[in-house]
């Protein structure tokens, strides 16, 4: 099992040009969620899913967009980024429904947008 | 609101001492507690899950335990190494599924 994969690992953008953060687990797990992580904040949680199709806001959703089409994938969308984007981006999974079992983490991926 | 905190932030301990991190939440209707590490740069490494039924898990060296009536989660590390030195998070997983972090508690482990 590859665990829970991210891609890119390290990411430049521009202010207000768009990317997708993938994210992928072989686990068939059905809970994933984002997250950020800055400096003196911890991790916050971005947007989660409970299974394929269903998706939730977290406490930092704003400027994100996610969908979860499969079991196996779920990818973070930035529309337009801004600078105070600037963060490392960590993907996890759990198996079942709503989290309750341990997490699993991707590597991250560190997103500098100028 | 959940909110987690974790103290101290930093901690230095001489190689050998035993030591305990502490975690603590505002809210007791978790369905469970985690406890991560972290190292520079890296992503998180799970050490040890506590369900909301139990009061403690225990892995080699390490031991959580939970308290959740009183909102407290303690992390025991025996017999510390330059190893252990990394930032250790505490999480738990709320009622609604999501899942909060405290900020986390560095640690170094002097040799």
């Known amino acids: 099992n590859a665990g829970v994969t991210q891609t890119p690992k390290f990411q430049v953008l521009k202010t207000g040009q768009s990317m997708t953060l993938q994210c992928a687990q072989d686990?068939?797990?059905?809970?994933m969620s984002w997250y950020r992580q800055d400096p003196g904040m911890g991790l916050r949680l971005i947007h989660y899913?409970?299974?394929?199709?269903?998706?939730d806001q977290g406490e930092v959703p704003n400027g994100y967009n996610v969908s979860r089409s499969t079991t196996e994938d779920f990818p973070l969308r930035l529309l337009s980024a801004a600078p105070s984007q600037t963060s490392v981006y960590f993907c996890?999974?759990?198996?079942?429904?709503?989290?309750?079992?341990?997490?699993?983490f991707g590597p991250g991926t560190r997103l500098t947008v100028l | 609101k959940q909110e987690v905190t974790q103290i101290p932030a930093a901690l230095s301990v001489p190689e050998g001492e035993n030591l305990v991190l502490n975690c603590s939440f505002t809210?007791?209707?978790?369905?469970?507690l985690q406890w991560f590490r972290q190292d520079p740069g890296k992503g998180l490494t799970s050490l040890l899950l506590?369900?909301?039924?139990?009061r403690e898990q225990t892995s080699g060296r390490l031991n959580a335990s939970l308290d959740k009536s009183s909102g407290r989660s303690t992390l025991y590390i025996a017999a510390s190494q330059p190893g252990d030195s990394a930032t250790y998070l505490c999480?738990?997983?709320?009622?609604?599924?999501?899942?909060?972090f405290g900020k986390g508690t560095r640690l170094h482990i002097l040799p």
């Open positions: 996890a999974s759990s198996s079942g429904r709503g989290g309750h079992n341990e997490q699993f």
């Open positions: 686990m068939n797990h059905e809970y």
């Open positions: 899913s409970v299974g394929a199709g269903i998706t």
């Open positions: 809210d007791s209707a978790i369905y469970n």
């Open positions: 506590i369900q909301s039924s139990q």
């Open positions: 999480a738990v997983v709320n009622r609604d599924d999501k899942i909060i």
